[in-house]
């Protein structure tokens, strides 16, 4: 019998997924990943607006009445949200189409010219940045009525 | 044979897992130049852009085959994309078969509000 061990009872590092809270944090962030990152949460964020944005599609075409009511949401609001807030979420849709957009576009010219360097990766993810926050800082401003 | 392997590989193949990576670009890529279209027609309108300039633009057959087109590339775009979230976050399994079944209700049934409203133009 004393051939036989009993089970090892040695605590062994447990390595599980990545914990949200404890670990993004200390994550590093290059520019490449946070573009990633970014495109991730833009796709999901307009699936769950997915609603807002059918209903803005459905009151802007529906009839000239409904029409009238879809451009005063931006300024009288709609039920118990404010107008305000109908142009943040406007603004966070836009922001999150353009990302997705220029972000979807980098992803395609990397699979056609087989650009996949880290420099190349850099660059590119630079110019989605500067592009979808521009375009979205100058359709904001037409938007909250700035020009 | 053809080749089905390496950056060669024949992309109308079966069974390497292609598919929905290529689905998800043809999409998007319909999916960006209806933006295109669209922003053009807004664009080349004159004047301020009221009801019927804009109900206008959806009202052409043409367009309501293209909007058409784009309302089911849209589902299935994003369907890849939340079925990707899903297998990365969503653990255990009955979680995301709960959350990807979600989805697709989700999705199936945007869709076809979408297409109501485009038929009501």
Redesign the interface.
Known sequence: MSALTPPSKVKRPEFR?INAFADLPGYRWPLAALVSGMH?AS??M??LL??CI?WM??T?????IS??RFTSVFTLGVGFIPGILVKLVTLALIWAYLHH?IA??R??RM?IF?TTSKEQGFKSARMVMVLSLGLTAVLGAKLFGWY | MSVNYGSKRVVVGAHYGLRDWLAQRVTGVLMALFTFIVLAQVLLSKGAIGYDQWAGIFSTQWMKTLTFAVILSLAYHAWIGMREILMDYAKPASVRLILQIFSIVWLVGCAGWAIQVLWRV
């Open positions: 997924n991730r796709g999901l307009m699936f997915l609603p059918i599609f459905d802007s075409l529906s009839s000239e029409f009238a957009f979807g576009m992803h395609i699979d087989h």
